[in-house]
Structures are given as C-alpha cells and as structure tokens.
C-alpha cells in the first residue's frame, strides 16, 4: 500500500507493509502518483499540492493536517475518503483565541504602539472577569476555548449546529447574543456557515461587544464588520480574513478597534508532535483495516 507524508520523521513508525513517499509540497512530486493510495496533504498547501489528488488513480483517503477542509472538496472524485485534522489544532488555536480575546481587551496593542514610541501611557481597560462570552462553533476547539477561560471568572454560552446538554442550537443565537461581552467564533466553513456573522447578526451584538474570529474569514461578512468597527459600537479581532491574505491597500488594516493576526491559530510549536501522532495513528488503522477517525466525506452518520 503506497502512501505519502509529508514528514520524514513519520516513516520510522509506520508499519512495514507501507511503502511510504516523503513529500511536503516543495521540489515535484514523487514518481508514484499512479500508486498511491492514501495521501496526507502537506500543511503549507498550495494549489498545487491539490491539483495532484485527481491525478491519483488509486488514491482512496486523502488525510488533511488542517481542521478546515472545504479547500479540499473541489478536487475529490466520488468515493475518496477525506479526513480532517479533528482535535490537532485545538490547542494552538484555543490558545490564540484566548489571547487575541485579552490583548483586544487589554489594550496590548495600544501599549506596544507607545512602548515604540517610547511613550508611558497608563490607560485602564475592561477586564476578562466578569464577562460573558458566546461560543460560536462548539465542536474541539470550542470545548479547548472554554478550558483555557476556566479561571478567568466569566460565564461561557455555547452554540453548536446541534442542540445538546449545556449547548444550544444556532437559532438560539438571536436571543444570546445581546447577552455576550464577547463572541467568539470557532465553527467550519459551509454553505450554512458562510457570512452567517452577517449585518443582522452584529447588530443583536452588546454595544462595544467584542467578535474574535479564530474559525473562517468566510464566515464574517467583512463589509458588514467594517460599518461596525467605524462606527465605534464593536471591536474585533481576527486571525482569519475574508480575502485571505489580506491586500495591503484592505480597509480592514486601517478599521478602529480592531486587532489582527495572520492565520497563525493552528501554526505553534504545537503542531508537529501533534501531526505526527495522527498521520502515525491513521495509518496504522489504514494499514490494519481499521475505520478512520475524523472522517468528514463522506459525511458520517449522525443519530
């Protein structure tokens, strides 16, 4: 069975009935595209990476390190299995949101301005405690934002696709939202999900309410978020874009009250053990006949 990684640090812990290719999207691929059957995409994807998977005859799962997946979709033929990077990222990008949520607040990026400044400016900020924050997108990430807030003394609001104990559906957020200081979104990018932040639902948002997006830019309508933000009434802050990069002549990287990193949730040192562990687990369920975990197509059945 013919598989590719992109890490050569994997290969000395698959099992021995796999031929195993290195390949991490630089250089041409390997000459075994006709053979290869289970694909683990390189992280840094570039269209290119991509384009290779309906050139594969045989191929039979292709293995994504990232935990959106939906720039996969248009080059995967009927019966391929695709497989997600579930719980991989839930660290690094709970982590981020978390900090993105106290800088935002704090002021961090108002200090760093004045510290280049060399300028002493003691200005007081809201505080975490006390406040209550909408999670959008209860899935791994969800849960993994909400640990790392135990502590912080605030109330946590759930909303997830599916209603389920302690987690409210989607058509609940017209009544929580005015309720939440701070929403922050962590859900995958659909067809359901794409512009769901629209005019509509910013404006149920809490006057000088904060939005953290760690999910999809695709889910924010930008044009919307950008009347908020120079109006004053919201604050934002955002490690994804819609576009993404983000021109330098965008109006997001002048808007007010807004913070924004590039697409760095998931990309920490905290990445690598954790795509090893999971290309190494799935391939020896792949190589022992055992079912795939995380497998988002086809979609899985669902009680």
């Known amino acids: 069975m013919r598989v590719w990684v992109p890490y050569a640090d994997v290969v000395p812990r698959l099992p021995a009935t796999l031929a195993v290719d290195v390949y991490d999207g630089s250089g041409p691929p390997p000459s075994t595209l006709d053979e290869v059957e289970f694909y683990v995409t390189p992280y840094t994807f570039d269209r290119g990476t991509l384009e290779l998977i309906p050139r594969m005859p045989k191929v039979r799962v292709v293995q994504t390190l990232t935990a959106g997946y939906e720039h996969v979709l248009p080059y995967l033929r009927e019966g391929v299995t695709l497989c997600n990077a579930g719980g991989l990222h839930d660290a690094s990008t709970a982590e981020l949101a978390v900090t993105l ?38 899935g791994g990430i969800g849960a993994a934002i909400e640990r790392r807030l135990a502590g912080f003394e605030v109330e946590v609001l759930r909303v997830a696709r ?12 017209p009544e929580l939202l005015p309720r939440a200081d701070v929403v922050i979104l962590s859900m995958p990018l659909t067809e359901q999900t794409r512009r769901m932040v629209d005019a509509a639902f910013l404006a149920r948002m809490r006057d000088g309410a904060l939005l953290v997006n760690v999910a999809r830019g695709g889910v924010v309508d ?17 490690d994804v874009t819609d576009p993404e990069p983000l021109p330098p002549d965008h109006p997001l990287w002048t808007a007010p009250n807004l913070l924004i990193s590039p697409h760095v949730g998931g990309n920490s040192s905290a990445f690598l053990p954790r795509a090893h562990r999971l290309i190494v687990e799935q391939l020896q369920r792949y190589a022992a006949g055992e079912p795939l975990h995380h497998q988002v197509v086809p979609a899985p059945e669902r009680e």
């Open 162 to 173: 599916r209603e389920r104990d302690g987690v409210a559906p989607v058509t609940a957020l």
């Open 222 to 238: 930008t044009d919307a978020l950008l009347a908020e933000l120079r109006s004053g009434r919201l604050r934002a802050a955002l």
């Open 101 to 138: 949520t106290l800088a935002a607040l704090r002021g961090i990026p108002e200090f760093v301005r004045a510290q280049d400044r060399r300028e002493w400016r003691p200005v007081r900020h809201d505080a975490l405690a006390d406040r209550t924050v909408l999670i959008v997108g209860y």
